[in-house]
């Protein structure tokens, strides 16, 4: 009784934890943005809001119906491999200058791209953020942190089936674009830095996943192509 008890709180405790981190994630991204652009005449920055926004409140709301144990795995954030702790220092900092970087240039004026290429950043960054939700929807085991789960099988369907890593793929188009959509050319150079840092990590990876998922150096084999086919 007392472990029935104890499991109805944890699950509870569970499916509460996804809609308070959305709700703190409508809240902190554009005071975020108000607080490094210091007013709210910037266009770009509460476009962008709603363009990650808006479908992470629909997958999150569909992914709790369906599997609320994603979330567990996606909130967890300690690196096992030593190698990706420290990737994952660098590259947060990378990416914290990405997005502080653009605020600034919106301040003091520092770049001025045009209206078009702001407007086919943001086209990116909806497209690119709505791939990386499809891959979610096609592997649930895609954790963010480098390491397997009991009972996890290799995916090869749906973009998996076109390269070994779609995931990578959505953010570092999401992150490259971040800057131009935000309207900024200077953050453009940190967000740059982050792509030898996931060429790096993606090796990584996938030695981790040879040596510990079954079945993965077959799946190699058979999807040749890391991120981009017939280049790497």
């Known amino acids: 009784m007392v472990q029935e008890t104890d499991s109805k709180v944890e699950t509870e405790r569970t499916s509460k934890r996804p809609v308070t981190k ?3 994630v409508w809240i902190i991204l554009p005071l975020f943005f108000l607080a490094t652009g210091g007013t709210l005449d ?3 920055a509460w476009v962008y809001c709603a363009l990650l926004l808006v479908p992470m409140t629909w997958f999150a709301v569909w992914m709790a119906r369906r599997d609320p144990s994603f979330f567990e795995r996606r909130f967890k954030l300690k690196e096992k491999e030593q190698a990706q702790r420290r990737l994952q220092a660098w590259g947060s900092l990378s990416f914290l200058a990405g997005l502080i970087l653009p605020g600034l240039d919106h301040r003091f004026n520092w770049s001025d791209p045009p209206l078009l290429a702001v407007l086919v950043a943001m086209a990116v960054v909806l497209a690119s953020y709505l791939a990386i939700l499809r891959v979610f929807i096609e592997n649930h ?3 963010r942190t480098v390491e397997t789960f009991a009972e996890q ?3 090869s369907t ?3 089936a076109l390269v070994r890593h779609p ?6 188009a999401l992150y490259l674009a971040t800057p131009v959509a935000l309207a900024s050319w200077w953050a453009l150079l940190p967000m740059l830095t982050i792509v030898p840092m996931f060429v790096i990590r993606i090796r990584n990876e996938e030695e981790v996943l040879v ?3 079954p079945g993965y150096q077959e799946y190699r084999q058979k999807v040749r192509w890391r991120l981009v086919p017939k280049v790497w």
Do not use: D, H
């Open 42 to 44: 910037w266009w770009e």
């Open 141 to 143: 085991w895609a954790g």
């Open 211 to 213: 040596r510990e998922l």
């Open 22 to 24: 959305l709700v703190a």
């Open 167 to 172: 995931m990578y793929v959505g953010v570092l």
């Open 158 to 160: 749906g973009p998996y």
């Open 153 to 155: 099988r290799v995916i």
